[in-house]
């Protein structure tokens, strides 16, 4: 059964950081296409950063760049998103994703296949 769990959510002040991690189980995450999406109150779903399956090309949205970085452990089977500089708009619950191969535009939450259950993060003083 292809799963893919997220952790690392909470509340932190704006400026902090934190690092989100995604453990896969059912199938080799290495594989696979990775990405990171968020989706705030009342907004689509929108995508950040994504690791490409074949050779490992990274690919970020305009309002991470800088500040988040994505990341594959494949010893691990996990993927992680590291945020720095966090901003109270970053709020949001943040989700992974995987899927094969690598979609055209991988910023587009339509073109992936298996989500975890997502993540809350709240960035507020």
């Known amino acids: 059964q292809v799963q893919l769990v997220e952790s690392g959510g909470g509340l932190v002040q704006p400026g902090g950081s934190l690092r989100l991690s995604c453990a896969a189980s059912?199938?080799?995450?290495?594989?696979?296409?990775v990405g990171w999406f968020r989706q705030a109150p009342g907004k689509e779903r929108e995508g950040l950063s994504y690791?490409?399956?074949?050779?490992?090309?990274?690919f970020s949205a305009d309002s991470v760049k800088g500040r988040f970085t994505i990341a594959r452990d494949s010893a691990k089977n996990t993927m992680y998103l590291q945020m720095n500089s966090l901003k109270p708009e970053d709020t949001a619950v943040y989700y992974c994703?995987?899927?094969?191969?690598?979609?055209?535009?991988?910023?587009?939450?339509?073109?992936?296949?298996?989500w975890g259950q997502g993540t809350q993060v709240i960035v507020s003083s």
């Open positions: 059912g199938f080799t995450l290495a594989y696979y296409a």
């Open positions: 994703a995987a899927t094969v191969p690598t979609p055209p535009n991988g910023l587009d939450p339509a073109e992936w296949d298996y």
């Open positions: 690791i490409s399956s074949y050779d490992n090309r990274i």
